[in-house]
């Protein structure tokens, strides 16, 4: 079982409706992110919250949001999605980096996202 | 611009022999480098990593190669087994302060019975 926990596995929505991808880790993990993976395509990076600051924004678009409530739950609000927005949205999570060393990242088993 | 590459699509291994799975990637920036396995329907499963100042990891059946000066990463499993089965991602990253992994597109190892 993956220590990263994400909700819901699967969700359809309309271009018009507001929904939220929810991730949640109790592994004591300060750094959470974001991934989007089309069919065939490796995963990319969306956002990266480092400490629940919002540490890197790979220039996406508005209509999504991320939100980090506390250091173990991260989500991602979406609104007015378009139908190329469909992908499996992956969560994941890792200790913070430093100098000393570096740290694998965790993933969850992701949402599948039909925009419809 | 695909910084990690995985040139082959799909790797087909006899039960029992070694598997090889290679990566190259061009950024010489990068200094730590990961190997995923996934299964359908699920996420990527952290299997084993690599520091630049390293040139081989070992653990258990997986063994990760470095070759700084050809920029070039293996992965190598023996004995392979089915349950091996899965598609393989490289990844790499610099040490920036944050962990932003670049992916390879992939490798789908089947091992055969």
């Known amino acids: 079982d993956t220590e990263v926990t994400q909700t819901p596995k699967h969700l359809v929505m309309g271009m018009t409706n507001k929904k939220s991808l929810k991730c949640e880790q109790h592994?004591?993990?300060?750094?959470m992110y974001w991934y989007k993976q089309k069919a065939k395509k490796p995963p990319e990076l969306m956002f990266v919250?480092?400490?629940?600051?919002?540490?890197i924004n790979e220039s996406v678009p508005s209509r999504f949001s991320p939100e980090c409530p506390n250091s173990s739950l991260l989500n991602l609000h979406l609104h007015a999605l378009q139908p190329e927005d469909s992908a499996l949205y992956l969560c994941?999570?890792?200790?913070?980096?430093?100098?000393?060393?570096?740290?694998?990242?965790?993933f969850g088993n992701g949402t599948r996202l039909t925009v419809t | 611009d695909q910084q990690v590459k995985q040139n082959s699509p799909s790797l087909s291994v006899q039960e029992g022999r070694i598997s090889i799975l290679n990566c190259d990637y061009t950024?010489?920036?990068?200094?730590?480098f990961l190997w995923y396995k996934k299964y359908p329907a699920e996420g990527p499963t952290f299997l084993i990593s690599?520091?630049?100042?390293?040139d081989k990891n070992e653990d258990g059946r997986f063994t990760v190669f470095l070759n700084k000066s050809a920029k070039h990463l293996s992965l190598h499993i023996v004995p392979s087994q089915p349950g091996d089965s899965a598609v393989y991602f490289c990844?790499?990253?610099?040490?920036?302060?944050?962990?932003?992994?670049?992916f390879g597109t992939g490798t789908r190892l089947t091992v055969i019975p």
């Open positions: 994941a999570s890792s200790q913070v980096l430093n100098r000393a060393g570096n740290s694998p990242l965790h």
């Open positions: 592994m004591g993990h300060r750094a």
């Open positions: 919250y480092s400490y629940e600051k919002l540490s």
């Open positions: 950024n010489s920036m990068f200094d730590y």
């Open positions: 690599i520091s630049s100042i390293k």
């Open positions: 990844a790499a990253s610099a040490a920036t302060g944050a962990n932003n992994l670049f």
